[in-house]
């Protein structure tokens, strides 16, 4: 069983940015493709960017040029940096990791972008 826990959300205003960690408790992380997610009250989960087990990396076209995702396999984590955070961005957000068929999630972390 894979554990996931997402860190880093909050409160910003719009143009602002946030880093979100996704901290993994198992040692072969380098192995999972590894996603971000958001979802809104009454939506369902959209995918935000995804980055495999080699570093390639992508992104919803919502969020790319604002949005990176990186990894430190060393850490067991990954990272989604967001920037020029707009007020649409506020959402959920999940990380999940996969490695052929299993797919593990964390609990999420709210991000609110205030105008």
């Known amino acids: 069983q894979v554990q996931l826990v997402e860190s880093g959300g909050g409160l910003v205003q719009a143009g602002g940015s946030l880093r979100l960690s996704c901290a993994a408790s198992?040692?072969?992380?380098?192995?999972?493709?590894v996603d971000w997610y958001r979802q809104t009250p009454g939506k369902q989960r959209t995918l935000v960017a995804s980055?495999?087990?080699?570093?390639?990396?992508d992104y919803a076209a919502s969020v790319k040029g604002r949005f990176t995702i990186s990894r430190d396999n060393d850490k067991n984590a990954a990272f989604l940096q967001m920037n020029s955070l707009k007020p649409e961005d506020t959402a959920v957000y999940y990380c999940s990791a996969t490695y052929y068929s299993l797919t593990y999630w964390g609990q999420g972390t709210q991000v609110t972008v205030s105008t």
């Open positions: 980055i495999t087990s080699r570093g390639i990396t």
């Open positions: 198992v040692l072969t992380f380098n192995l999972y493709r």
